[in-house]
T-cell receptor
Framework: EAQVTQNPRYLITVTGKKLTVTCSQNMNHEYMSWYRQDPGLGLRQIYYSMNVEVTDKGDVPEGYKVSRKEKRNFPLILESPSPNQTSLYFC?????????????FGQGTRLTVV | AQSVTQLGSHVSVSEGALVLLRCNYSSSVPPYLFWYVQYPNQGLQLLLKYTTGATLVKGINGFEAEFKKSETSFHLTKPSAHMSDAAEYFCAVTKGASGGYQKVTFGTGTKLQVIP
C-alpha cells in the first residue's frame, strides 16, 4: 500500500531537548515536504526537498533542520525545541509524473513542547 | 510572493444543497492551484489541481473548481452536498506542477458543515 509514514504520532517533550520526527515514503517519490498546521493559520511549509541531498526552506524554517540522505526518508529535526513549536506536523511526498492522486500526506505528528 | 485567501472559515450547507468554497490567490507568475480536504484526525488528501489547459477542473468525490484568471479565483463547488463531505478544505498555490513540492502556500482553511 502506497503511504507516507510519520513517527511518532504523538510526542510531548521539554524545552531544549533535541528531537527528530521521522518520515518515510514507499512510492519512490522525488519530492518531499514538511508542514506545520496551527489553528487559524492553515498549513505552512517548513522545508521541502526535490531529491536526495537537495533541500530548501519553506515559509517557516526557523528552528528546524532537515536532511535527505535517502530518497525514501526525510526526517525533521528540532535541535532545541521551544513552546512555540507546539503544533501538528505533516510530511508529504509527491512525484511530478503523478496524476490527481499523486500527492500523499502522512497522518501527522502532534508535538507538544512544555 | 504568493498568497491565498479563503473567504469564510466556516460554511454550513444543507444535505443536497450546492457547496461553494471560495479561494482567491495572488501570484507573481502564472499559478498552479490546488484544493485539499482534511477529515478529522487525518492528513490531507488532494481533491483536484489546476496546472495549465482547461480552466474547469474535475476532482474526486464529485468536486470541481474553475480557474478564473481575471478574478484571481479558484472556487470549489459540488452540486449536491453529502454528509460525508463534512471536513476542512484548504486551497493552495505553488509554482510547481504537483502539490507538495517547491514552495507551497496554503490558505487558512474552510470548515464545511453539512446539515441533515
Amino acid at each position: 500500500e502506497a503511504q507516507v509514514t510519520q513517527n511518532p504520532r504523538y510526542l510531548i517533550t521539554v524545552t531544549g531537548k533535541k528531537l527528530t520526527v521521522t518520515c518515510s515514503q514507499n512510492m519512490n517519490h522525488e519530492y518531499m515536504s514538511w508542514y506545520r498546521q496551527d489553528p487559524g493559520l492553515g498549513l505552512r511549509q517548513i522545508y521541502y526537498s526535490m531529491n536526495v541531498e537537495v533541500t530548501d526552506k519553506g515559509d517557516v524554517p526557523e528552528g528546524y533542520k532537515v536532511s535527505r540522505k535517502e530518497k525514501r526518508n526525510f526526517p525533521l529535526i528540532l535541535e532545541s525545541p521551544s513552546p512555540n513549536q507546539t503544533s501538528l506536523y505533516f510530511c508529504a511526498s509527491n512525484s511530478p509524473q503523478g496524476g490527481i492522486r499523486s500527492a500523499f500526506f502522512g497522518q501527522g505528528t502532534r508535538l507538544t513542547v512544555v | 510572493a504568493q498568497s491565498v485567501t479563503q473567504l469564510g472559515s466556516h460554511v454550513s450547507v444543507s444535505e443536497g444543497a450546492l457547496v461553494l468554497l471560495r479561494c482567491n490567490y495572488s501570484s507573481s507568475v502564472p499559478p498552479y492551484l490546488f484544493w485539499y480536504v482534511q477529515y478529522p484526525n487525518q492528513g490531507l488528501q488532494l481533491l483536484l489541481k489546476y496546472t495549465t489547459g482547461a480552466t474547469l477542473v474535475k476532482g474526486i468525490n464529485g468536486f470541481e473548481a474553475e480557474f478564473k484568471k481575471s478574478e484571481t479565483s479558484f472556487h470549489l463547488t459540488k452540486p449536491s452536498a453529502h454528509m460525508s463531505d463534512a471536513a476542512e478544505y484548504f486551497c493552495a498555490v505553488t509554482k510547481g506542477a504537483s502539490g507538495g513540492y517547491q514552495k507551497v502556500t496554503f490558505g487558512t482553511g474552510t470548515k464545511l458543515q453539512v446539515i441533515p
